[in-house]
C-alpha cells in the first residue's frame, strides 16, 4: 500500500490574528511617528523590550483571569522556567526600572510602541495580538506627573487628526472609588475577589449599562449568548453606594468633587483622591487645558488590577455606525493611569509611576472614520519591459529614479504579455508606467503613461476630452526624471 502524502498546512492565520498588508502598515508607520513626536516634544526617550518576559515578572494583573497562565500565551523552557508574551508595554517597564534603576534618571521618562499579546476570546475587531503606544513617567510622586500625561494625550489626538471636540479625556482616581467600597462594607484583604469583581463591572457600564452593572454587583449576570458571569455578592444597599459613585459626574468638575466628597465619608482614602483629583484639575487648568478637552468622571475606572490612583482614559465622542446599522458613539482610544505598586514587586521599594497606553488599531480606525487618513497610497513607479535582453537598461533607468529619491520598480514577472504588465501597474496603484519598446531606443526616449490620469479619464470623460488630455508624453530618455517629477507635481 502506497504511503499517504504528507497533509498540506492550512494557509490561514490563526484564530483571533490577522496580516496587515502595505497601506495598513505605512499609515500606521505614519500615525506612529506623530504621536512620538509629541512624546518626545514632552521630553520623553524611546525603549524597546523583549516581545518575551518571564510569567513571573508579568505578574497576574489582567481582568477577567483567574490562573497565573491565563490570559497569556506562555510556555515552559527548557530551565524549567516559565515565559510568556508581553501582554502590554507596562509591566516590561516595571522590570526594567527595576533592572537598571542604578543606571536611569529618576524620574524616568519612556515612551515604546509595539504589539502586544493577550490570550482571550477573539471578536469582532478584537484580535489577540494588537499595537500599543505608550508614556510613563517612573519614579515621581507628583500628580504634576499624571496631569502631564492627560495633557499629553490631548495634544496627541488633535496632532493625529481628530479635532478638539471630537474627543475628551476623562480622569478619575481608584482612591476614590476605595473610599466608596469601604464606605460600602468591601475593605480589607478578605474582600479582595469582590473588589475585583465591582471594578470589572463598573469598567463596563458604557457597554452593560446601569442594569448590567447592577446585576454583576448582585448575584450575576447572564448575557445574550447564555453564559453567567458570577456578581460580586453585595446586598442592595451596597450596590447603591457604588452605583452612586458611577452617577457623580456634574456638569462643573468643582460640582463633581463636592459629589465625591460626599460619598466617600469618612474614608481617608477617598478623601485623599478626591484632593488629587481637585489638584489634576487646578494644574491643567493653569495650562489651559478647559472641560473642552479634560473632564473629571467618576465613571472611569480601567480594568487591570494594577492601578493605585489617577486613571485616565480618552473617549472619541463623534458618532459611527455599527455592524447593525445603529448610530453609536466611537468610544475610547487610550487609558491609564498611576501604578505605584509594580515595580515595588522587584524592588521591595515604594517606586512611584504613571502612565497611558494608546490603543492604535482603534485611533486608526476612528481616523478612517473621520476621514483623516489617505487609504488611497501611491505604489511606486513600474518600468515595464518590452525586450527582456535590455533588462540591463531598464534596471539603469529605476536606479536613476531610486537616486532621485523616487520609489520606484522593475516588473519582474513574465514580460511577455505588456497588458498583464499594466495590470499589475493597476493593482500596485502605480502613479505612472515607464515604457521603452525598441523604436524608442532608437530614438533615444521614453514613454510616460499617466496611470491615474488615464484612470480617470476613462471614468468621466468624453472621447473629445481624452483626445485633448493624452494621459501618456514622450520624453527625452536623458530627461526621464524631470518628466516624471513634473508628472508627479513635484
Known amino acids: 500500500m502506497a504511503d499517504k502524502p504528507p497533509r498540506r498546512p492550512r494557509a490561514e492565520t490563526p484564530k483571533g490574528f490577522r496580516d496587515y498588508f502595505g497601506a495598513e502598515v505605512t499609515e500606521r508607520k505614519a500615525m506612529l511617528d506623530r504621536i512620538a513626536g509629541v512624546y518626545h516634544r514632552y521630553g520623553f526617550d524611546p525603549l524597546e523590550t523583549s516581545a518575551v518576559e518571564t510569567v513571573e515578572a508579568l505578574g497576574k494583573f489582567l481582568p477577567d483571569v483567574d490562573r497565573p497562565n491565563e490570559g497569556v500565551f506562555a510556555w515552559q523552557d527548557e530551565d524549567a522556567d516559565w515565559l510568556a508574551l508581553r501582554y502590554d508595554l507596562t509591566a516590561p517597564l516595571a522590570r526594567v526600572a527595576a533592572q537598571y534603576r542604578n543606571d536611569l534618571p529618576s524620574p524616568y521618562r519612556r515612551y515604546a510602541m509595539g504589539p502586544v499579546w493577550r490570550n482571550e476570546k477573539p471578536g469582532p475587531g478584537r484580535f489577540r495580538q494588537f499595537y500599543q503606544c505608550d508614556a510613563d513617567t517612573v519614579g515621581s510622586a507628583s500628580v504634576a506627573a499624571d496631569a502631564e500625561i492627560c495633557a499629553m494625550l490631548a495634544d496627541t489626538?488633535?496632532?493625529v487628526g481628530i479635532p478638539r471636540g471630537d474627543y475628551v479625556v476623562k480622569v478619575n482616581n481608584r482612591k476614590v472609588l476605595n473610599g466608596v467600597m469601604e464606605v460600602a462594607g468591601l475593605a480589607g484583604d478578605d474582600k479582595e475577589t469582590e473588589r475585583g469583581i465591582v471594578l470589572r463591572a463598573i469598567d463596563k457600564i458604557d457597554r452593560l449599562g446601569p442594569d448590567g452593572v447592577r446585576a454583576l454587583l448582585g448575584e450575576g449576570r447572564k448575557d445574550e449568548s447564555g453564559d453567567f458571569t458570577k456578581g460580586a455578592g453585595l446586598s442592595a444597599e451596597q450596590a447603591e453606594v457604588v452605583m452612586g459613585f458611577t452617577t457623580a459626574k456634574r456638569e462643573a468638575g468643582a460640582a463633581t468633587v463636592a459629589r465625591l466628597r460626599e460619598l466617600v465619608g469618612g474614608s481617608s482614602i477617598g478623601v485623599e483622591g478626591v484632593d488629587e483629583l481637585e489638584a489634576i484639575a487646578a494644574l491643567l487648568e493653569a495650562q489651559g487645558y478647559g472641560p473642552d478637552r479634560i473632564v473629571l468622571d467618576p465613571g472611569v475606572v480601567r480594568g487591570l488590577g494594577y492601578y493605585t490612583g489617577p486613571v485616565y482614559e480618552a473617549e472619541l465622542t463623534f458618532q459611527i455606525?455599527?455592524?447593525?446599522?445603529?448610530?453609536r458613539n466611537f468610544?475610547?482610544?487610550a487609558g491609564g493611569g498611576r501604578y505605584d505598586g509594580l515595580v515595588k514587586r522587584f524592588t521591595g521599594q515604594d517606586v512611584p509611576a504613571t502612565g497611558v497606553s494608546i490603543g492604535v488599531d482603534r485611533l486608526l480606525a476612528a481616523l478612517r472614520a473621520k476621514g483623516?487618513?489617505?487609504?488611497?497610497?501611491?505604489?511606486?513607479l513600474v518600468v515595464t519591459v518590452m525586450d527582456r535582453d535590455r533588462m540591463a537598461d531598464y534596471m539603469a533607468m529605476v536606479g536613476e529614479l531610486r537616486s532621485a529619491g523616487i520609489r520606484a520598480e522593475v516588473y519582474l514577472g513574465n514580460p511577455k504579455n505588456f497588458g498583464n504588465q499594466l495590470k499589475?501597474?493597476?493593482k500596485r496603484q502605480s502613479p505612472i508606467a515607464v515604457i521603452q519598446g525598441g523604436n524608442e531606443a532608437e530614438k533615444g526616449t521614453v514613454i510616460l503613461k499617466d496611470l491615474i490620469l488615464g484612470a480617470k479619464i476613462a471614468e468621466s470623460a468624453t472621447l473629445e476630452e481624452w483626445k485633448d488630455r493624452?494621459?501618456?508624453?514622450?520624453v527625452p530618455r536623458g530627461d526621464l526624471v524631470v518628466a516624471v517629477r513634473k508628472m508627479l507635481g513635484q
Open 372 to 380: 483623516r487618513i489617505e487609504t488611497e497610497a501611491a505604489g511606486p
Open 321 to 327: 455606525t455599527d455592524e447593525k446599522g445603529r448610530p
Open 331 to 333: 468610544g475610547s482610544v
Open 157 to 159: 489626538l488633535e496632532e
Open 470 to 474: 493624452p494621459a501618456q508624453v514622450e
Open 424 to 426: 499589475y501597474a493597476d
